[in-house]
């Protein structure tokens, strides 16, 4: 293979990356320009203010450079002490990653678990938080992207609240697709990263963090260096970076906020939401059955029709006919497969999908 065919654009509609328009791109591609200046720090700071329209909060948002799971060390790494007891809400591969994540740091993980496709409910957390009472941090995901689930974030977030432990959020796919709301829903801390509902290359990271996870950070033991919030918070006094951020990117998402904003974030909730259901009738039409119980509008999973092995199906629609699905992942592997619908992706590009879906499995039909 050429690095032509290697790169050759394809519809992308995996849940992260994700599409970047075109006028994104542009900028991107502009020169660089040093980070230590006037310039790069009225960039930071419009982002940090129009960031708070995105995320739902009046609190700060940390910019890493990193992809998604860097950031979730970061709330592992920042929040906790060795020996912590903790609450893990596992229904997939990514609630799985928390509790690895909080492993390697020496935590106390206790693992609430449900079943691929299913989503740990509020009266399950409350069970947990009442007979562990000492937990300090609980570890959730807004939408579970392996399975295509969302977990009821708002009622968490009560029966958290009421225990005295934080709240962390995994809204890396979740982010500008399903709604979250970070400060009415008492929810502490938000993870997120670039490339997928945010609609820019892989690269940057984000943490929002409360009052009240602030506080705790200043007490948590864990080593830290390049993730240590204290770094970030002195720099942020300035709009000042610890280290040299990633200053394309960086001007990328200016004009993804530029964009978002236009629609307002609850516009593009709608625009999601929207997407999403038209996906799930899709595909219903085709007489397949979707995976989620509970499904997300970041992304939709969808179980692959009996007979028909999944990881060709995805692999034919992607090397043939020019559309990347994702496949399953971890345990789902070959038994799903995944069309995201948030970001840049439009209404079109599903009747694409759609479209090749509906033309490979009657090709493959054995
Ligand atoms: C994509 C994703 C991640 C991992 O992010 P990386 O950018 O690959 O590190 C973690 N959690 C969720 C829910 C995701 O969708």
Redesign the pocket.
Known sequence: MTLENMTKPNLLLT??PTQVPPEILRVMAEPIFHHRTPQYRALFKSISEDFKAVFRTDERVYVFTG????A?EAAVANFCSAGDQVLVLEAGK?GE?WHAIAESYGLNVISLKAGYGEVVTPPEVDDALKKHPTVSVVYA?L???STGALFDIEAIGRVVLKMGAILVV?A??GLAADRLEMDAWGVDVVVS?S??GLMLP?GL?FLAVSEKARTLNRKAKCPRFYLDLANYERALRNWDAPFTPAISLMCGLREVLNRILETGIEGVWDQAARLAEKTRTEVRKLGLDLFARRPSNAVTAVKVPQGLDGGRLVSVIRDEKGVTLAGGQGEMKGKIFRIAHFGAITARDIDRAISVLAETIRELKP
């Open positions: 849940p992260g992809s998604g799971t860097l979730m990514f990653r995901t939408c579970e992207t995994d890396i796919s990263g490339q997928k892989p990271s």
